[in-house]
């Protein structure tokens, strides 16, 4: 893996809406798994919010097939699974939430919305990228019509379509999406939010792209220190900007500086998501091309052999 193709997580958790529970009151029980699962995945512990959002599941079951809280549960489990790059349990959990939503609220309400970019989101993740595409248009349309065009969710929509035009190098159309986003997300959210937070990575991400490093810079180290205030300093999305930072200065050369950034980040994904996570092997193969390039290849090899491993054993459960 290339250092231009490891930049994960570029649009963080904007991209996969947890929704809460806005269903009726009655419940009580399942209202408390939610929000447990809810608390326990922005802190990411993802074991904890797994229990939590499958007792959910249960329980919700039992409120009818098309209950909007069987939806919900369905979609939060598997926001769940995509974080975890978990793609084959997650995609039809997407698809049935989605399903729902359209049945018991109409086409145009925005969790209909919600449920469209999280399945094009995972779409994207796998390089489905033909039929992430529609998913995003429709979902920022009703968005933009329900909400109106300066409201956060049009702000995600906009950056997650965005992020679907950065990736197939169609940096013309994604910069001034990406540009749009992150003003509505600083004028709706204050300029401390973890949004504005991934608004900035996102923009900075796309001018590294383009070697337009100068102006990369201070985004990705504004983006980082907002993170490290606003979530802590442990948390998977201050890893990103961490890696994401060591990214441009591995680029330029600047392995010194690139070092210790990717050091942390690995030391912060091994904690959270488990030393067998892909993210860690995208760590570790970013930081083996760096010592490789510094004339470090003994332990440029050790760290490539572990990654490999991680990444076989990924591919055996997500055939």
């Not at 529970?21 to 029980?29: D, F, L």
């Not at 680029?251 to 010194?256: C, L, P, S, T, V």
Request: hydrophobic share 40%; aromatic share 8%; net charge neutral.
């Amino acid at each position: 893996m290339t250092i231009h193709k490891a930049n994960w997580l570029l649009v963080g958790l904007v991209c996969l809406a947890l929704w809460p529970a806005h269903a009726p009151a009655q419940g009580g029980q399942w209202q408390s798994y939610i929000t447990a699962g809810q608390q326990a995945y922005q802190q990411a512990d993802y074991a904890e919010a797994e229990k939590q959002f499958e007792a959910a599941l249960k329980q919700a079951e039992a409120f009818g097939p098309d209950d909007v809280r069987l939806a919900t549960s369905l979609n939060n489990l598997a926001v769940l699974y995509d974080a975890q790059s978990r793609y084959t349990e997650s995609e039809p959990l997407y698809q049935r939430s989605l399903a729902i939503w359209e049945k018991a609220l109409g086409p145009e309400h925005p969790s209909v919305a919600t449920g469209l970019n999280n399945l094009a989101g995972l779409f994207k993740a796998q390089g489905r990228y033909a039929e992430a595409e529609p998913l995003y248009q429709r979902s920022l349309a009703i968005k933009e019509k329900a909400l109106g065009p300066e409201h956060p969710s049009v702000a995600t929509g906009l950056n997650n379509l965005a992020g679907l035009f950065e990736a197939q190098a169609r940096y013309a159309e994604a910069e001034p999406l990406y540009k749009r986003a992150l003003a509505i997300f600083e004028k709706a959210l204050g300029r401390e939010h973890p949004q504005v937070a991934t608004g900035l990575n996102n923009l900075a991400v796309l001018f590294k792209a383009q070697g337009r490093y100068a102006e990369a810079e201070p985004l990705y180290q504004r983006s980082l220190a907002i993170r490290e205030k606003a979530l802590g300093p442990e948390h998977p999305r201050v890893a990103t900007s961490l890696n994401n930072l060591a990214l441009l200065y591995h680029a330029q050369g600047k392995y010194g500086e690139a070092e210790p950034l990717y050091k942390r980040a690995l030391a912060i994904l091994e904690k959270a998501l488990g030393a067998e996570h892909p993210n860690v092997a995208a760590g570790l193969e970013n930081y083996a091309d760096l010592l490789r390039r510094a004339g470090r290849g003994t332990e440029a090899k050790e760290m490539e052999a572990r990654a490999k491993v991680i990444l076989a054993k990924h591919a055996r459960a997500n055939p």
